[in-house]
């Protein structure tokens, strides 16, 4: 399989944005070559109310001093200018959102102009609250179409918005919305889940309370109405959506950003710490995601675009919401999950609407495969022209039933590799242009010039193994850390002078396809979730029983990577079946229920070097199942707890 070479028909490439392998070249080395002016014709692409002054001013290296990162400066744009106003002449009536409720049958049909008027509208209450241009508003949602209402409508008058994942726990939202400091949440009493509605206003609460007891007020939450169960609304700080928008008008003027305006906040997990605010701002995210989307996807007029990502991941940020609104395109935002009311739930969407292009995640491929294709073949999936994939690497084995029972072998793939902070897809097929191997993302996108390093720092030529850095910047490159550019610089610019470090390693091969190898730091990633491991530990030693924690990721047919946890408890507590039920409940208070470990392991001791430092590596090793290649352990401070750990680990899976 690994041979296997896949070229998309020809009837496709006909109209595709770039058909040839010279074409992707061509423009690929002008973009390397002449980034200025290939950017330019990109930019110019776009709305500015006042054209920039210079396209691109950085500094990649340290030892030069700040790191700094500038696209289209002097540039004054708005980002729902490009994504609403501007298509209102064109394209007033077309459908810019689908939504797909989770129930079956439930959705509905947004055009431009209706969009265009609910974000005003929304706009305009928050202006009503007092919400101005930089100031921050923190949205803890389902995915309902106020969700994409509430960011444009931030964006629109220049407020930050920074979206956290509604199945994050009240904890994970109050640290999110303290190193921020929102001043304004947007939430909704429920979510919809299957057959059942979960409440979602119940952890806001506790979440401000939490803030409150920090001394950060939120001075005023938005509910929206989506399951009519039973919320307390706070006097003076809780009101409802529907009865906020009624006094406002539709009609809200755009507030002219500069191009280096922060956009949003997202909080990422990284090696250590807390969860990193990745900002992002307004001019060169705008173009990068627009460009990314509409050549990746090969999007063309009346097409018909899925990406199933939840906004409240980067992917929904760059991939449901702003890239394809700049592009005039249909975008469709499920609610739902795979397999409600049945597995066959992607597939009888996909037929519902007729889309053309649909970008999933490797882990829900995986999922779906495991319930055979008697559920694929059921629909009608000939509107299908391309299917993408996102998050992590894809297994052969996933690709290949992708590409047969879902591409019936005739539409390509697009294994998209990038990161939250990299705003935008950088290593990718085009479709049409590029051939494609099974597990391979291929090839870089314009600007996008990766280097694989040795653990030296010393750029690698050819086929190697290294790690992935990039060079020069690309215009959706994050830009600091919310509010602590000390730690940009130290996580991505310090292991490796001039270079951005992007934490995965990789493989080129002799075509010079990159295949990505997965994370080469303490970062696992679970259902396409990227999770710090020591997030996970800090939840656990905080339970009053734990005494130390060390969590690291093994593989899992489904979830890619799923969460052991090596745990040692206090001299007073013993191990119980129970005890196991608490810690699992504990870390999903803590973080949210994707952070919940899979195995939890009592250890009656850690593998410690003589200074303390837990030996990773060995445990590691265990959990994989890779006993006769621990390496060296005599350096171990206590040898003898290698031997106990791996009987244990036997017994446990
Ligand atoms: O390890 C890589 C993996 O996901 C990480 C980024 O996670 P996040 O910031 O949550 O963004 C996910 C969606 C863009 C990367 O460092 N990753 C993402 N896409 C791929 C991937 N690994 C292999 N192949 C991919 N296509």
Not at 65 to 85: A, H, M, Q
């Amino acid at each position: 399989m690994s041979e296997f070479k896949f070229h998309a028909p020809d009837e496709y490439r006909k109209n595709a944005w770039i058909k040839t392998m010279d074409e992707y070249k061509q423009m690929y080395d002008q973009s390397i070559e002449k980034p200025e002016e290939f950017w330019t014709q990109m930019a110019d692409q776009f709305y500015w109310e006042k054209r920039w002054d210079s396209v691109r001013d950085y500094n990649y290296s340290i030892s030069k001093g700040p790191i700094n990162i500038e696209w289209f400066k002097g540039g004054k744009t708005n980002i729902t200018y490009n994504c609403l106003d501007r298509h209102l002449k064109d394209r007033g009536d077309q459908t810019a959102l689908i939504w797909e409720g989770n129930s079956i049958g439930e959705d509905r049909e947004i055009s431009y102009k209706e969009l265009y008027e609910m974000v005003c509208q929304f706009a305009n209450v928050l202006k009503s609250k007092g919400v101005q241009k930089g100031d921050r508003v923190a949205i803890y949602m389902p995915m309902i179409p106020e969700l994409a209402v509430t960011m444009l409508a931030c964006a629109r008058i220049g407020a930050i918005h920074s979206i956290v994942f509604g199945g994050f726990s009240a904890d994970a939202l109050s640290n999110r919305i303290l190193d921020s400091l929102c001043k304004v949440l947007v939430t909704s009493d429920g979510v919809m889940r299957g057959a059942k509605a979960v409440p979602l206003k119940g952890n806001a609460d506790t979440a401000m309370d939490l803030c409150e007891k920090q001394g950060h007020l939120v001075e005023c939450c938005v509910v929206v109405n989506r399951t009519g169960s039973e919320v307390e609304m706070k006097q003076g700080r809780d009101v409802w959506w529907h009865e906020q928008i009624q006094a406002q008008s539709m009609d809200c003027p755009v507030e002219w950003m500069d191009a280096e305006d922060p956009l949003f906040i997202l909080y990422t997990s990284g090696s250590t710490g807390t969860p990193k605010g990745v900002q992002h701002n307004v001019g060169g995210y705008m173009v990068y995601t627009g460009i990314t989307f509409r050549y990746i996807f090969d999007y063309h007029d009346n097409d018909i675009y899925w990406c199933t990502a939840d906004i409240g991941w980067v992917t929904g940020h760059s991939y449901i919401v702003y890239g394809p609104l700049s592009q005039g395109a249909t975008s469709i935002m499920f609610e739902g999950v795979p397999n409600y009311p049945d597995p066959g739930r992607f597939w009888a969407t996909v037929d519902k609407w007729k889309v053309n292009q649909f970008y999933t995640a490797p882990t829900a491929i995986r999922a779906l495969m495991a319930q055979g294709e008697q559920w694929v073949e059921k629909y009608d999936l000939s509107s299908l022209r391309l299917l993408g994939s996102v998050g992590e690497p894809i297994n052969p084995e996933a690709w290949k039933w992708y590409f047969k029972h879902v591409g019936k072998e005739r539409c390509p793939i697009v294994d998209t590799w990038w990161q939250t902070e990299t705003g935008g897809i950088m290593i990718t097929a085009l479709p049409y242009a590029i051939d494609q191997k099974p597990g391979s993302a291929t090839l870089p996108f314009f600007g996008v010039n990766p280097v694989l390093l040795n653990e030296e720092g010393k750029p690698l030529e050819g086929a190697c193994d290294g790690i992935l850095a990039i060079q020069e910047p690309w215009p959706g490159q994050m830009r600091t850390v919310y509010n602590n550019h000390e730690r940009f610089e130290k996580v991505y610019f310090q292991m490796f002078d001039g270079y951005y470090f992007a934490g995965d390693g990789c493989r080129r091969d002799e075509d010079g396809y990159y295949w990505i190898t997965g994370r080469v730091d303490d970062v696992i990633n679970v259902s396409g979730h990227r999770m710090g491991t020591a997030e996970v530990e800090s939840a656990l030693v905080s339970h009053k029983e734990v005494a130390e924690a060390a969590v690291i990721g093994f593989p899992h047919d489904i979830k890619g990577q799923g969460i052991y946890a090596f745990v040692t408890l206090n001299v007073s507590a013993t191990p119980s079946d129970e005890l196991l039920s608490q810690l699992k409940l504990h870390v999903r208070k803590e973080i949210g229920p994707i952070a919940t470990p899979d195995i939890i392991h009592f250890a009656p001791a850690l593998p410690k070097t003589r200074s303390g430092k837990i030996m990773r590596r060995i445990l590691r090793k265990i959990a994989t199942d890779e006993f006769d290649s621990l390496g060296d352990i005599s350096t171990l401070a206590d040898p003898e707890v290698v031997g106990s750990l791996i009987e244990n680990h036997k017994e446990l899976t």
